[in-house]
Every structure is written in structure tokens, then in C-alpha cells.
T-cell receptor
Framework: QQQVKQSPQSLIVQKGGISIINCAYE??????FPWYQQFPGKGPALLIA?????SEKKEGRFTISFNKSAKQFSLHIMDSQPGDSATYFC????????????FGTGTRLKVLA | NAGVTQTPKFRILKIGQSMTLQCAQD?????MYWYRQDPGMGLKLIYY???????DKGEVPNGYNVSRSTTEDFPLRLELAAPSQTSVYFC???????????FGDGTRLSIL
């Protein structure tokens, strides 16, 4: 019940295309869902996050869509650029508890020029 | 601001050796975390701390120890290195539990 399942494992997108990464969770107590971006040799960096009281959050070219009933959330990268090539991790947390993150297994995105 | 600083960046250990991975943050964050990252496995929480003097186990604590004597520092100790501990280790911090976690750039550890 503590798992967060992330797909796909890897993704290749043409420049200008839309990248979509999906995550699913089981524990309905999760109430904070961040996405992290990681470049080779670097630590993960917070990209965007959402709480379950909204169904969508947009920041620039990055959008999180959240489906509470299906227990799924996804990251959409619009107008994907070669500089977006990185590994993306979703995570889930219970903010009223110990705030520990449960991470997905990551998606390696490559955007072709 | 340096943020979260981890040292060393790389290390090779022999089986049975011990070492301490250092982590320091200059953001006055109360919460600190240690993760390990293995290929295709995401990040697994090893230990975490909610303040100086307070630590608790995460998902994969076996073979590791931590201490938190100051707000700034959260070292991770490997007592008897085993090949299964070959991994990339990340330290993170957050102001409180409900705030985003900020990560260091990791320590790449190989045990041969």
C-alpha cells in the first residue's frame, strides 16, 4: 500500500512534442504529490507539486494532472526541449504524519533535437 | 547559499571497511533525510531526523547508523561495508515535514 508505481521506465520524444509520465498510488492517505527532476551527476530537484484538493496545476510548460478517484497523477511536459532530457521521479507523502516521501522508480526522458 | 553539501563525492571501499558519509545544510532546516538510489529502483529512505538529537529508521536502515548532534549536520555511518551497499547516497533537508525536500548532489560509493 506504500508503493508508488511509475511508468514508463523510459521515454523518447521529439523536440516540441508532449512528454507524459504517469504515477499510481494505493494509499488514500497520501496528500502531497511532488515531481522531481534529476540530471546526471546531480541530486533530484523539485519541479512541481500538487495536493489532492485540485485536479491540475500548471507551471510554465509543466502540468500535473491529478485524478483522485483513480488514484493516479501524471506529469505533462509541453513543447519538450532537449534540455528537458533528465530522469523524472514522482513521489507521494502524508503531510500529517512523518512526511516521508515514497518515490516512484523514475522515468528517463530523452528529447531528440 | 550552498544548500545541502555532501562529502565525499566518490569513494571506493573494501568489504568490511567502515566510513562516514558527511551531509551539511546551511538553510536552518529541521528535517534531514538519507536516501540510497539504485538503478531502476528510485530512492529508498534509509534514516531521517526531525531535529537535533532525534533520528528514526526509514525503509532500508540495516547496515547503517546516523546521528544528529547539530541542526546543520547529519552524518551516515557504514560500519561493515558490504557489496550490497554499493549505491548512490543522497542527503536531503526540508524546513518542516510538509515542505519540499532539497537534495545534495550525492556520494557515489562502490564496495569491492
Amino acid at each position: 500500500q506504500q508503493q508508488v508505481k511509475q511508468s514508463p521506465q523510459s521515454l523518447i520524444v521529439q523536440k516540441g512534442g508532449i512528454s507524459i509520465i504517469n504515477c499510481a498510488y494505493e494509499n488514500t492517505a497520501f496528500d502531497y504529490f511532488p515531481w522531481y527532476q534529476q540530471f546526471p551527476g546531480k541530486g533530484p530537484a523539485l519541479l512541481i507539486a500538487i495536493r489532492p484538493d485540485v485536479s491540475e496545476k500548471k507551471e510554465g510548460r509543466f502540468t500535473i494532472s491529478f485524478n483522485k478517484s483513480a488514484k493516479q497523477f501524471s506529469l505533462h511536459i509541453m513543447d519538450s526541449q532537449p534540455g528537458d532530457s533528465a530522469t523524472y521521479f514522482c513521489a507521494a507523502s502524508i503531510t500529517s504524519g512523518t512526511y516521508k516521501y515514497i518515490f516512484g522508480t523514475g522515468t528517463r526522458l530523452k528529447v531528440l533535437a | 547559499n550552498a544548500g545541502v553539501t555532501q562529502t565525499p563525492k566518490f569513494r571506493i571501499l573494501k568489504i568490511g571497511q567502515s566510513m562516514t558519509l558527511q551531509c551539511a545544510q546551511d538553510m536552518n532546516h529541521n528535517y534531514m533525510y538519507w536516501y540510497r538510489q539504485d538503478p531502476g529502483m528510485g530512492l529508498k529512505l534509509i534514516y531521517y531526523s526531525v531535529g537535533a538529537g532525534i533520528t528514526d529508521k526509514g525503509e532500508v536502515p540495516n547496515g547503517y547508523n546516523v546521528s544528529r548532534s547539530t541542526t546543520e549536520d547529519f552524518p551516515l555511518r557504514l560500519e561493515l561495508a558490504a557489496p550490497s551497499q554499493t549505491s548512490v547516497y543522497f542527503c536531503a533537508s526540508s524546513r518542516t515535514g510538509g515542505q519540499p525536500q532539497h537534495f545534495g548532489d550525492g556520494t557515489r560509493l562502490s564496495i569491492l
